[in-house]
Structure formats: C-alpha cells, structure tokens
C-alpha cells in the first residue's frame, strides 16, 4: 500500500515514493503536484530533497545535454541511460521516461519493446509520448502490456519539422476541439496522464472538464493538475528560454564568474591549499641524491 508523501521539509529519505495513486490522491485533495525536466542523478537528488513530485527525463536533454539543435536527436540508449541515472539519484520520485523520436513510431512490436526497455533498464515509474488521437491502438497495446503512458498533447515538440516550427496548439476552435479529442481518446485508450503544452487556458480548463486523468501542464495556465518546466531554464542556464518559463535565479552568468575565476586561480597556481604529504622512512620516498 502506497502512502502519499507529508513530508516538504527537504528530507526525501522521510517520505513514501510519489506513485501514480499518490499523484491521484493529490489532484482529488486539489494539490497541484511539482515536475521539472531533469537529467542527470546528482541533479535529481538535490531536487528530490526539495520535494518535487514528478522528474520528466525529457528528449530536452538532446539540446540540454547532447548540444543538438533540437529534440528529434535524442538516442534511445542515451535516454534509457540517463532515466536510470535520475532514478538512482532521486529513488522517491515518481521518475517519467520521455520516448525519443522513432523509438515508438516504426511498429507496434518495436515500441512495445522500447517502452518496456524504460521500465526495466531505465528504472522509469511511466513513459511519455507525443500523441494524437490516431494513436490511441498504440496506447491500448501498451495499457495491456502493463505500461503506463503518458499521452503528450498539444504542441509535440517531435513534430517540429513537420509543422514548420515550434508554435501554439489550439489557437482556433476548431484546433481547440481536436486538441480536447485527442486527451478524451487517449485516456479511453488507457492513458493513464496526460500533459498539454502551450495552449491557451481555456483550451486546458476543456481538457479538465472532459477527462478524469491527472493533467501536466507547461505553458498551459495554472488549472492543471501538475506544472512542469525545464529546470535548466527557470535557473537562467538556457540562452533563449521559451516564453512561459520563468528565471527564478541567473545562474549561468554565475557559473561564468566560477569558471573565470578558477581559470585565473589555475594560472597562478593557487587551485588549492591541500597538498598531500610523504610519510618518513617510507620506500616510495623520494631519496636525495
């Protein structure tokens, strides 16, 4: 029986792992649940401490981590690998696998596959994929296989180049509709999430009236269930954040400063006071000549 973490003093090894019956638990006492996009486990474990909820191991981590223009670079071993790293660092998390572009799209067979890879090598609670109503089969297959999905609507971030470029989902109300189609088909697929991103608020307080799944939002007004951001954007680390991502600190010119100075301290020889000494009488001294 899974209980629903109390604890928010900072203290992760003092409460339960967050699990999808504690995410249910907190949307029906109306508590929005914490997510941020996260990559790395010793990240993960700082963030764990602070409380937050959910840890999305984003296909983000192409451009964050990898330097890749945009997210249809992400390698699907890398992205196993650092899901499984952010588990080990953040063990009470509940910890979502984003799956990369191709890694479900080919066959069934293969997605089914790679899907059950994240559960089982990358350690992931729930995967993620960017989905229409027209991949609602997909969802019921992996709903039967044991796999929770999360149904990733409005802007698909994968779809980029296909659509010409990044942009609002569900600006017109025809738009509006399928964008509220595709939640309502993919949960009576079996989805058992669903995150919107960047479409207008009335078009997510739709998307509430019309399902009963917990609902993720980023860029998607405050009536979700769950926010998420990158996490490297709301630190001031990414040069160009999008538009609905806050800088709640600006560390990159910070951790510009550190370098510069540790750069100078090189030069001068002065990195460090530690030095490490010779036992006397030991054989590896060195003997003067």
Same mark, same amino acid.
């Given at each position: 029986?899974?209980?629903?973490?109390?604890?928010?003093?900072?203290?992760?090894?003092?409460?339960?792992?967050?699990?999808?019956?504690?995410?249910?638990?907190?949307?029906?006492?109306?508590? &929005?649940?914490?997510?941020?996009?996260?990559?790395?486990?010793?990240?993960?474990?700082? #963030?764990?401490?602070?409380? $937050?909820?959910?840890?999305?191991?984003?296909?983000?981590?192409?451009?964050? $981590? #990898?330097?890749?223009?945009?997210?249809?670079?992400?390698?699907? =071993?890398?992205?196993?690998?650092?899901?499984?790293?952010?588990?080990?660092?953040?063990?009470?998390?509940?910890?979502?696998?984003?799956?990369?572009?191709?890694?479900? /799209?080919?066959?069934?067979?293969?997605?089914?596959?790679?899907?059950?890879?994240?559960?089982?090598?990358?350690?992931?609670?729930?995967?993620?994929?960017?989905?229409?109503?027209?991949?609602? %089969?997909?969802?019921?297959?992996?709903?039967?296989?044991?796999? %929770?999905?999360?149904?990733?609507?409005?802007?698909? +971030?994968?779809?980029?180049?296909?659509?010409?470029?990044?942009?609002?989902?569900?600006?017109?109300?025809?738009?509006?509709?399928?964008? $509220?189609?595709?939640?309502?088909?993919?949960? =009576?697929?079996?989805?058992?999430?669903?995150?919107?991103?960047? &479409?207008?608020?009335?078009?997510? =307080?739709?998307?509430?009236?019309?399902?009963?799944? +917990?609902?993720?939002?980023?860029?998607?007004?405050?009536?979700?269930?769950?926010?998420?951001?990158?996490? /490297?954007?709301?630190?001031?680390?990414?040069?160009?954040? %999008?538009?609905?991502?806050?800088?709640?600190?600006?560390?990159?010119?910070?951790?510009?400063?550190?370098?510069?100075?540790?750069?100078?301290?090189?030069?001068?020889?002065?990195?460090?006071? /530690?030095?490490?000494?010779?036992?006397?009488?030991?054989?590896?001294?060195?003997?003067?000549?």
């Amino acid at each position: 029986m899974s209980v629903e973490p109390q604890d928010r003093s900072g203290n992760a090894a003092s409460r339960a792992p967050v699990t999808l019956r504690t995410i249910k638990r907190m949307v029906a006492r109306d508590e &929005v649940f914490s997510s941020l996009a996260c990559y790395e486990a010793l990240t993960a474990h700082w #963030l764990e401490k602070a409380g $937050v909820d959910v840890l999305i191991v984003g296909d983000s981590a192409a451009q964050i $981590v #990898l330097g890749q223009p945009n997210t249809t670079f992400m390698p699907l =071993e890398v992205a196993i690998a650092l899901t499984a790293g952010v588990k080990r660092g953040a063990p009470t998390c509940m910890v979502m696998a984003d799956m990369p572009f191709m890694s479900y /799209h080919v066959t069934e067979a293969e997605a089914l596959r790679n899907a059950g890879r994240f559960l089982t090598d990358g350690l992931a609670d729930i995967v993620k994929i960017e989905a229409d109503a027209s991949w609602s %089969p997909l969802v019921a297959k992996m709903t039967r296989a044991g796999i %929770p999905v999360c149904a990733h609507i409005g802007l698909m +971030p994968q779809r980029m180049k296909l659509e010409g470029g990044y942009g609002i989902a569900g600006k017109t109300p025809g738009d509006a509709e399928r964008v $509220v189609r595709d939640a309502v088909e993919l949960e =009576e697929a079996g989805a058992v999430m669903l995150l919107v991103e960047a &479409v207008p608020p009335e078009v997510t =307080e739709r998307i509430l009236e019309a399902t009963t799944v +917990p609902l993720i939002g980023i860029g998607a007004g405050p009536a979700c269930h769950g926010q998420v951001l990158v996490l /490297h954007d709301i630190l001031g680390l990414t040069e160009n954040p %999008p538009s609905f991502a806050p800088r709640l600190r600006n560390f990159g010119p910070e951790l510009q400063s550190v370098a510069e100075e540790f750069v100078q301290r090189a030069k001068d020889r002065i990195v460090t006071e /530690h030095r490490y000494e010779m036992k006397l009488g030991s054989q590896n001294a060195v003997q003067p000549k």
